[in-house]
């Protein structure tokens, strides 16, 4: 089968903008995928994660 395109950069997977295009590319390995890190994920991932530890200094947690 025929690639799609002629991609050379890699799909970058940012919550927006993926096209059918995209993903048939990605799923028949005509395109490598990254996955982006926008500055507000990692600022809720901190968020989450310090949430966690507070909890975890006042009481056991599992899991």
Sequence with gaps: ???????????????????????????HGRAGVTVARPARARDRVAAARESAQRIAARRPVQG
Excluded: I, Q
Aim: charge should be negative; glycine fraction near 8%; avoid cysteine.
């Design 1 to 27: 089968m025929a690639p799609l395109t002629d991609r050379t950069t890699p799909l970058v997977l940012e919550g927006t903008g993926l096209t059918a295009a995209d993903v048939t590319e990605a799923a």
